[in-house]
Each structure stands twice: as structure tokens, then as C-alpha cells.
């Protein structure tokens, strides 16, 4: 879900079920996520965010997350071998 090209909030889900939420702020510079995020919880981040509520950033843990400045990253799911 975004607000511009470099302000969103999105969600992974890892092999393992594991669910990521990250989000940026402006720039490639301050971009988190949070790790192993309930299902509820990630829906009310989402909640939060398209209603311009900021309580969404103080609910969960997040760790900066260094990307290459080149652009975002784009993650694919890789097939089961």
C-alpha cells in the first residue's frame, strides 16, 4: 500500500510462514521491517496506514533495513525445487 513511490507498507511471507512487514519513509534510506508479525497485526498496520493513522509505528518492533541505492528491492518467490 502506497503513498508515493518511496512511502508504502507491504508484507512478505517466507517459506517458513513467516510474516514481514516493512515500510519506508521518503527515501531508500529509511526503510524497516518487523519480523514474525500475527496475521491481526499486520491487518491492523494496514488498517492504521490507509486511514493516516500513525499508532502503527510504535505497535511493533522495527529494525532499519539498508537497501542498495540503485532502487527498491523486488523479492520473488522462488518455486520449490
Same mark, same amino acid.
Given at each position: 500500500l $502506497? *503513498?508515493? &513511490? +518511496? @512511502?508504502?507498507i507491504?508484507?512478505g511471507l517466507?517459506?517458513? &510462514? @513467516? #510474516?514481514?512487514l516493512?515500510?519506508?519513509?521518503? /527515501? #531508500?534510506?529509511r526503510?524497516? @521491517? =518487523?519480523?514474525? !508479525?500475527p =496475521?491481526?497485526? !499486520?491487518? *491492523? =498496520?494496514?488498517?492504521?496506514? /490507509?486511514?493516516? $493513522?500513525t499508532a502503527?509505528?510504535?505497535? +511493533?518492533q522495527?529494525n532499519?533495513?539498508?537497501?542498495?541505492?540503485?532502487?527498491?528491492?523486488v +523479492?520473488? *518467490?522462488? $518455486?520449490p525445487?
Amino acid at each position: 500500500l $502506497d *503513498r508515493s &513511490g +518511496l @512511502e508504502y507498507i507491504q508484507v512478505g511471507l517466507q517459506s517458513s &510462514g @513467516e #510474516l514481514i512487514l516493512e515500510y519506508q519513509d521518503g /527515501a #531508500l534510506s529509511r526503510h524497516y @521491517e =518487523a519480523r514474525r !508479525v500475527p =496475521a491481526s497485526k !499486520v491487518a *491492523r =498496520a494496514f488498517r492504521q496506514y /490507509a486511514a493516516n $493513522d500513525t499508532a502503527w509505528r510504535t505497535e +511493533l518492533q522495527w529494525n532499519p533495513q539498508a537497501l542498495p541505492k540503485s532502487g527498491p528491492v523486488v +523479492l520473488r *518467490r522462488s $518455486d520449490p525445487p
